[in-house]
C-alpha cells in the first residue's frame, strides 16, 4: 500500500453480524452526519453468538480488512460478541502489522463508561449474547473504573435469532423476553440498571420496556457510542482528517442485498440499497 492511500480519507467502517450494529451507525448518523460510512453486517454467518472464540476472531478481522480494502481508515465493531472476543487481539496483535495508522474501536468500553453513573443503587444487570456474557469483558470494563458495583448477568441466546429473523415485534417473543427479563431480575432484586449489551436488543425494547418495572432505566448502547465516538474524532485530529467528509452511507452485506434491503430500510424508516458483498479478500 502506499503512502498516499494509506493517508486518503475514508469512510468510517460499521461492523456489526448482522442487523444490530443498525441501532448503532443510525445514532452514530444524528450526532456526526456529515461523516461517510459504509455499513456491513455478515448476515450470512449471523448470529455469532453461540460461536466459538477462533471462529468470531477470524469472522471479524475478515470484517475489519474487507473495511479497510474499502478505505476505511477507521472502523467501529458494532457488535458486543466481537468487541468481546476479537476487538483486542485485532488491536494489539494483527493491526500493527496491517497498517499502525488505521484504528479499530468496540463498543463495550463506552457503554461501561456512561452506565456507572447511571446507576443510583449501583446494582447493575447485563444482557448479551452467550459470547458476550461468558467473556466477561463487561465485569472487566465496569470493575476498571468503578470497583463497588454489583454486575448480574444473563445471557439471552433466542433474541438475536428473533430479530435476524423478524420476530422481535410478534407475540411470540413475548415468551423469550420475559423469561429473561423475570430471570436476571430475580438473581439480584436491587438491579435499577440494565444494560443490552447486544446490538440487537434495542430492537426488541419495547418489548423489554413491558416486562421490566419501571424504576429499572434500560441502556441502549447507541447514544453512548455515537458520543464516545464524537470525543474521539475530536481529540484525534489526524484521524479525523482521514475520514471523508460528503454524508454518504453505504450498505453492504453478505446475504442477499434483497433481504438486507427489506429489513433494513424497515428498521432504519428510509429505503436504502445494498450491495451483497464476499469478504475473502486476496491479501
Ligand atoms: N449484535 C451482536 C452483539 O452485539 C449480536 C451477536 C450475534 O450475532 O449473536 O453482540
Redo the contacts with the bound molecule.
Keep these: 500500500m502506499t503512502n498516499n492511500s494509506r493517508l486518503k480519507p475514508g469512510p468510517i467502517g460499521v461492523f456489526?453480524?448482522?442487523y444490530?450494529?443498525l441501532t448503532i451507525l443510525s445514532e452514530i448518523k444524528k450526532l456526526l452526519p456529515e461523516y461517510d460510512y459504509i455499513y456491513l453486517g455478515d448476515n450470512a454467518r449471523?448470529?455469532?453468538?453461540s460461536r466459538s472464540f477462533e471462529l468470531i476472531y477470524e469472522f471479524t478481522l475478515q470484517a475489519v480488512k474487507w473495511l479497510f480494502s474499502q478505505g476505511c481508515q477507521l472502523v467501529i465493531i458494532a457488535?458486543?460478541?466481537?468487541s468481546a472476543k476479537a476487538l483486542r487481539t485485532i488491536q494489539q496483535n494483527d493491526l500493527p502489522q496491517i497498517d499502525p495508522l488505521k484504528r479499530v474501536l468496540g463498543v463495550i468500553r463506552p457503554t461501561a463508561e456512561c452506565v456507572i453513573n447511571i446507576s443510583q443503587t449501583k446494582h447493575i444487570a447485563v444482557l448479551?449474547?452467550i459470547?458476550?456474557i461468558l467473556s466477561e469483558s463487561y465485569e472487566k470494563e465496569i470493575e476498571r473504573l468503578e470497583k463497588n458495583i454489583k454486575i448480574t448477568t444473563e445471557a439471552c441466546p433466542m433474541w438475536?435469532p428473533l430479530v435476524e429473523n423478524r420476530e422481535y415485534d410478534k407475540p411470540g417473543a413475548d415468551y423469550f423476553v420475559k423469561q429473561h427479563i423475570d430471570s436476571v431480575l430475580a438473581k439480584d432484586k436491587e438491579i435499577d440498571t440494565i444494560i443490552l449489551g447486544?446490538?440487537?436488543y434495542p430492537l426488541l425494547l419495547d418489548k423489554i420496556r413491558n416486562y421490566t418495572p419501571e424504576a429499572v432505566s434500560l441502556i441502549s448502547q447507541g447514544e453512548y457510542v455515537a458520543k464516545s465516538l464524537k470525543d474521539y474524532l475530536s481529540r484525534h485530529q489526524l484521524m479525523d482528517s482521514l475520514c471523508s467528509k460528503n454524508n454518504e452511507t453505504l450498505y453492504c452485506t453478505t446475504e442477499s442485498a434483497e433481504i438486507f434491503e427489506s429489513l433494513a430500510s424497515f428498521l432504519l424508516d428510509e429505503s436504502i440499497t445494498a450491495n451483497k458483498v464476499n469478504l475473502k479478500i486476496k491479501e
Design positions: 456489526d453480524s448482522g444490530g450494529g449471523a448470529p455469532y453468538g457488535c458486543n460478541t466481537a448479551g449474547t459470547g458476550t438475536v447486544c446490538t440487537h
